[in-house]
């Protein structure tokens, strides 16, 4: 398998991960790691793929069932599979983990090691503040490391005046973040959006941000490019 870990200086207690879509054993527009059980890949081949990522964390991984939204569950869970966008913990072993192919997913940790989290982004949920919600689980959410991972980059993320207006509306420095084009739409950029709104939550230790997923097709998923394909995972843990 080829999985990323972040460049970020996270205390040596807290562990981080995303996966690529490289070696698992998938198949076709799947092929080869999709941790997505929703995409309409074989189950048998998912849950081997998923048994694959469970060997490279050390803990208990919770699956999300992700919604574009706001919320956020505090790990160890009594729902199996969580309506939410985000995943917070403070006990060790609990494998804080989102499902993305263009979406920007965000790993969150304490300066001390003792909290972590992870949130799936989309231009929905960054604009409804789902980072913010995640940032409020924790004690001292200025005193926060962030990293940022794969997710469709600035000249491939193309949307409608209807988003653009939305993030304006709401903050008009986020017109730095969008560039027109010729057909009367933009390229949003989806870190600097991300990067402004935790900046503005008091966060100054904001890393990565160097991917595409849309470009780097082979390393990455990307939704906006394929339509029907395979999920990576970001994840993020607490040891001992």
Same mark, same amino acid.
């Given at each position: 398998? $080829?999985?990323?870990?972040? +460049?970020?200086?996270?205390?040596?207690?807290?562990?981080?991960?995303? @996966? %690529?879509?490289?070696?698992?054993?998938?198949?076709?527009?799947?092929?080869?790691?999709?941790?997505?059980?929703?995409?309409?890949?074989?189950?048998?081949?998912?849950?081997?793929?998923?048994?694959?990522?469970?060997?490279?964390?050390?803990?208990?991984?919770?699956?999300?069932?992700?919604?574009?939204?706001?919320?956020?569950? $505090?790990?160890?869970?009594? +729902?199996?599979?969580?309506?939410?966008?985000?995943?917070?913990?403070? @006990? %060790?072993?609990?494998?804080?983990?989102?499902?993305?192919?263009?979406c920007l997913p965000v790993l969150f940790c304490s300066d001390d090691g003792q909290q972590v989290a992870a949130a799936h982004a989309g231009w929905r949920g960054l604009l409804h503040g789902v980072l913010e919600s995640t940032l409020s689980m924790f004690e001292a959410p200025s005193r926060c490391l962030v990293w940022l991972g794969p997710a469709i980059g600035p000249q491939a993320f193309e949307v409608g005046e209807d988003v653009y207006q939305a993030f304006t509306t709401l903050s008009p420095e986020a017109k730095v973040a969008f560039m027109p084009t010729d057909n009367h739409k933009y390229f949003a950029d989806l870190y600097m959006l991300a990067t402004q709104r935790l900046q503005q939550a008091g966060v100054t230790a904001v890393y990565g941000g160097e991917f595409c997923t849309y470009q780097q097709a082979d390393q990455f998923y990307s939704y906006r490019r394929d339509g029907q394909t395979g999920r990576m995972a970001t994840c993020i843990w607490r040891v001992k």
């Amino acid at each position: 398998m $080829r999985y990323l870990e972040p +460049d970020w200086p996270a205390p040596s207690n807290v562990r981080a991960l995303t @996966t %690529t879509r490289v070696g698992g054993v998938s198949h076709g527009r799947f092929s080869s790691w999709n941790l997505g059980m929703h995409v309409g890949d074989a189950p048998d081949d998912v849950a081997k793929n998923r048994l694959l990522l469970a060997k490279q964390v050390e803990g208990d991984i919770t699956w999300l069932d992700q919604v574009h939204g706001t919320q956020v569950t $505090r790990l160890p869970s009594q +729902d199996p599979h969580p309506k939410a966008d985000a995943a917070f913990a403070e @006990t %060790t072993g609990q494998v804080c983990t989102i499902m993305t192919a263009d979406c920007l997913p965000v790993l969150f940790c304490s300066d001390d090691g003792q909290q972590v989290a992870a949130a799936h982004a989309g231009w929905r949920g960054l604009l409804h503040g789902v980072l913010e919600s995640t940032l409020s689980m924790f004690e001292a959410p200025s005193r926060c490391l962030v990293w940022l991972g794969p997710a469709i980059g600035p000249q491939a993320f193309e949307v409608g005046e209807d988003v653009y207006q939305a993030f304006t509306t709401l903050s008009p420095e986020a017109k730095v973040a969008f560039m027109p084009t010729d057909n009367h739409k933009y390229f949003a950029d989806l870190y600097m959006l991300a990067t402004q709104r935790l900046q503005q939550a008091g966060v100054t230790a904001v890393y990565g941000g160097e991917f595409c997923t849309y470009q780097q097709a082979d390393q990455f998923y990307s939704y906006r490019r394929d339509g029907q394909t395979g999920r990576m995972a970001t994840c993020i843990w607490r040891v001992k």
